[in-house]
């Protein structure tokens, strides 16, 4: 089991080494990047602690993902995998817990201490005997792939919205709409195969205007119910709803162009901090959109051509 760390270690400096960074500077940049945005989180949301926990459950539940467990059973025997599932758990769940505690949030600290082990012996959807149905099944395959795998935010954004609305709290409702925002951004947070861009008889400008287009239909669907039913509750703040609204659109689209600004591999440090930088501070979008247009052009072309 400790050779299995060590050599998750050795992958994780040589990722940082192939993006271009030094690995003790690439962990200090994730380190600083983590305690940021947590900082700014907690500064201008006030159910920031909901969003926070959600953010770290959907982080923990990524470990456990069919594909992965199944390959790690084929190397370990049961007893062993059991603790190194537990041991990641309990790893990535340490950095939320503690900043909880350090924000004196200590139920959610305490949530997220007993959630970690339980999230190991829970069974993923994907081994259930049916199909949980979606209602992007016209746009394969991040939406629906996507959704299956974040099959239980419906239940934390259904609870914020209402709750909010009960105790007439404006940010914690809000903070449901982001949070679809930010969990369609997380499908497509990462790059297909080669195969699934190859496919497509478009050009390259094309192809990012069809995959922006597919995205801000999903995020549609999705964030239109909800945004409506904020509006309705919180009359006074329907343009400030609307903004938001607005940004997770336009946010999204200028994810999908970072990441095929890097495709076929994934972002770079470097390249993420800009994108983390740019949805800091969005002006930057004016900048950095044009700069992972082009580039996104470029990466593509070979495969479209």
């Given at each position: 089991m400790e050779y299995y760390f060590q050599l998750q270690f050795v992958r994780f400096k040589r990722l940082l080494v192939a993006s271009g960074v030094h690995p003790a500077i690439g962990i200090l940049l994730i380190l600083a990047g983590f305690?940021?945005?947590s900082y700014y989180l907690f500064y201008r949301v006030d159910w920031a602690a909901w969003i926070f926990m959600a953010i770290g459950l959907l982080v923990i539940s990524q470990l456990g993902n069919k594909h992965r467990v199944e390959q790690l059973r084929w190397i370990f025997p049961a007893a062993t995998l059991q603790r190194i599932r537990l041991l990641e758990n309990g790893l990535a769940a340490l950095p939320f817990a503690l900043f909880l505690l350090?924000?004196?949030h200590i139920y959610f600290a305490?949530?997220?201490i007993i959630s970690a082990p339980v999230l190991v012996f829970m069974r993923s959807p994907d081994r259930i005997g049916f199909i949980i149905p979606t209602p992007f099944k016209r746009f394969?395959?991040?939406l629906p792939a996507g959704i299956r795998k974040a099959w239980w935010m419906p239940v934390i954004i259904i609870f914020l919205l209402v709750k909010g609305i009960q105790v007439h709290n404006y940010g914690l409702s809000l903070s449901a709409m982001i949070l679809i925002a930010l969990t369609v951004m997380s499908f497509y947070a990462y790059p297909e195969k080669v195969y699934y861009v190859w496919i497509h008889a478009l050009t390259p400008k094309a192809f990012l205007k069809h995959k922006i287009r597919t995205a801000w239909i999903g995020l549609s669907i999705l964030c239109l119910p909800v945004w409506m039913a904020i509006c309705i509750?919180?009359?006074?703040s329907i343009w400030v709803s609307s903004g938001i609204l607005a940004l997770g659109f336009v946010f999204l689209a200028f994810l999908i162009?970072?990441?095929?600004s890097a495709y076929p591999h994934e972002m770079s440090i470097?390249?993420?901090l800009l994108v983390g930088l740019s949805l800091w501070f969005p002006p930057m979008l004016l900048f950095m959109v044009p700069v992972f247009y082009r580039q996104?052009?470029?990466?593509?072309?070979?495969y479209l051509s």
């Open positions: 305690l940021a945005g350090g924000q004196r305490a949530f997220f394969p395959f991040e509750a919180f009359t006074d162009l970072a990441k095929y470097p390249q993420g996104a052009i470029r990466q593509i072309t070979p």
